[in-house]
């Protein structure tokens, strides 16, 4: 039954190739049942690309099929960068990003691996490509609530594909592993927030938010709770400024009150032998990182970086190198990836390498916040802003503990695409001045 994937991943790829080089389509507009729109052959595909990044059509074989949609998917943005009628919108971020992926295609050189180090720039490469075109055929608010909203629907399918009991099996492999679906949460979650203050549909927006936040308590995904913390302070951070302290210190307290109080959270916060774990003693510092249960990946991370990071500080031992000892070594218990974005990239790349990827990260959040509070700014463009420079900060996060860039179709793609759908209708908001 899964290779039915295969037949899945054909037809999309078909269809999506056919949206491109369309003359367009005729949809329903997001203001209104009764309304009817056309969008041009690179906004359709722009709609289909962005909400379909949960489908990851995985089948077992010599094909690696998530491997081939990435690369599929990052031609045809790069094709239709070129195709839109539109310039793609460079920015700061977006070249300080560009000089981050030339540098780990140097990392290339001198690595170990560089097969695996070209399939580490693929990842990399797919969020930037998927902005760039964004920026260029995104012009129109209409495309913006449209994809955005189709990519809801999708999440929302695979929740439900995802907890109904039975169902799931009815579809292996089409949607990511959950640890990427509760990623990928992070940014729909924000998008139902932003959505909940810029709609009257104040109740819808709000289930929205709180059925997308949901899966990583159900799953009892750390990495994803941090996450969606970070997303939703960073979001009222951007809304009220310095008056959202008082708000940012209450999300906080009640992160510590869901770890301490939630039995199956708490149960995979702390070792079980660790004793005296409690609020009180947190308050007074009694409880450490040595009652932290890592998973042993605290000792994961000290063994790469002692082998790939020490003494290559500055430019690490290459892009690829730690993918290529974990998957040619059978090392803590077998695991492949060393569940940590920001290790891997010290290891492969050093210094250098991570210090550009988070400038890029806060140069796109600082962007953000400016287009927010950027008085000429529409309604939707300020949406845009808003949900991008807090998913992005959000996903960012889970970059500490989890392979978010592994799974980047899911993941990074979702702020990037913002960030991209953002700099285009800033774009047509400067024309219009």
């Known amino acids: 039954m899964i290779l039915l994937n295969y037949i899945y991943f054909l037809i999309i790829t078909v269809i999506g190739i056919k949206f491109l080089f369309?003359?367009?389509?005729?949809?329903?507009?997001?203001?209104?049942?009764?309304?009817?729109?056309?969008?041009?052959?690179?906004e359709v595909f722009w709609c289909l690309t962005f909400a379909t990044g949960l489908l990851a059509f995985s089948a077992p074989g010599a094909l690696d099929l998530m491997a081939v949609r990435l690369l599929v998917l990052e031609v045809l943005c790069f094709i239709g960068i070129f195709v839109a009628k539109d310039?793609?919108?460079?920015?700061?971020?977006?070249?300080?990003?560009?000089?981050?992926?030339?540098?780990?295609?140097?990392?290339?050189?001198?690595?170990?691996?560089?097969?695996?180090?070209?399939?580490?720039?693929?990842?990399?490469?797919?969020?930037?490509?998927l902005c760039l075109f964004a920026s260029a055929a995104v012009r129109y608010a209409e495309v913006f609530i449209k994809s955005s909203l189709l990519a809801r629907t999708v999440a929302l399918v695979c929740v439900i594909f995802s907890f109904v009991p039975l169902i799931g099996r009815l579809v292996p492999g089409?949607?990511?592993?959950?640890?990427?679906?509760?990623?990928?949460?992070?940014?729909?979650?924000?998008?139902?927030?932003?959505?909940?203050?810029?709609?009257?549909?104040?109740?819808?927006?709000?289930?929205?938010?709180?059925?997308?936040?949901?899966?990583?308590?159900?799953?009892?995904?750390?990495?994803?709770?941090?996450?969606?913390?970070?997303?939703?302070?960073?979001?009222?951070?951007?809304?009220?400024?310095?008056?959202?302290?008082?708000?940012?210190?209450?999300?906080?307290?009640?992160?510590?009150?869901?770890?301490?109080?939630?039995?199956?959270?708490?149960?995979?916060?702390?070792?079980?032998?660790?004793?005296?774990?409690?609020?009180?003693?947190?308050?007074?510092?009694?409880?450490?990182?040595?009652?932290?249960?890592?998973?042993?990946?605290?000792?994961?991370?000290?063994?790469?970086?002692?082998?790939?990071?020490?003494?290559?500080?500055?430019?690490?031992?290459?892009?690829?190198?730690?993918?290529?000892?974990?998957?040619?070594?059978?090392?803590?218990?077998?695991?492949?990836?060393?569940?940590?974005?920001?290790?891997?990239?010290?290891c492969d790349n050093g210094l250098i390498g991570l210090i550009l990827y988070a400038a890029t990260i806060m140069l796109m959040f600082i962007h953000c916040f400016k287009v927010y509070w950027t008085r000429s700014s529409s309604n939707v463009l300020r949406l845009a802003a808003i949900v991008a420079g807090a998913s992005i900060l959000g996903v960012f996060a889970t970059l500490y503990s989890d392979n978010a860039v592994n799974y980047s179709m899911a993941t990074l793609s979702m702020p990037f695409g913002f960030y991209g759908m953002m700099l285009g209708l800033k774009t047509a908001k400067n024309r219009q001045s």
Request: charged letters at 15%; aromatic letters at 16%.
């Open 22 to 42: 369309s003359g367009g389509k005729i949809v329903r507009s997001p203001f209104g049942q009764d309304i009817r729109m056309k969008l041009n052959g690179p």
């Open 174 to 346: 089409v949607f990511w592993y959950s640890t990427a679906q509760a990623i990928n949460f992070i940014s729909i979650m924000t998008l139902s927030i932003g959505l909940f203050y810029f709609t009257k549909e104040k109740r819808k927006n709000l289930i929205y938010a709180i059925i997308f936040i949901l899966p990583c308590f159900l799953w009892v995904f750390r990495t994803s709770i941090m996450g969606s913390f970070v997303a939703i302070m960073a979001f009222y951070f951007i809304k009220y400024k310095l008056k959202s302290l008082p708000i940012i210190f209450g999300i906080i307290v009640l992160g510590v009150v869901a770890v301490f109080t939630i039995p199956s959270l708490r149960d995979k916060m702390f070792k079980k032998e660790a004793t005296g774990v409690s609020i009180e003693n947190f308050q007074q510092g009694k409880v450490g990182m040595e009652e932290v249960n890592t998973n042993a990946r605290e000792g994961m991370w000290k063994y790469l970086e002692n082998r790939f990071y020490t003494g290559h500080e500055i430019a690490g031992s290459g892009t690829g190198s730690v993918q290529n000892h974990m998957y040619k070594n059978i090392l803590f218990g077998g695991l492949k990836v060393p569940h940590s974005d920001f290790v891997q990239m010290k």
């Open 87 to 129: 310039k793609p919108v460079w920015t700061p971020a977006l070249t300080v990003y560009a000089v981050y992926i030339l540098w780990i295609v140097i990392g290339c050189f001198y690595s170990p691996a560089p097969a695996y180090g070209f399939r580490v720039v693929l990842k990399y490469l797919y969020p930037i490509l």
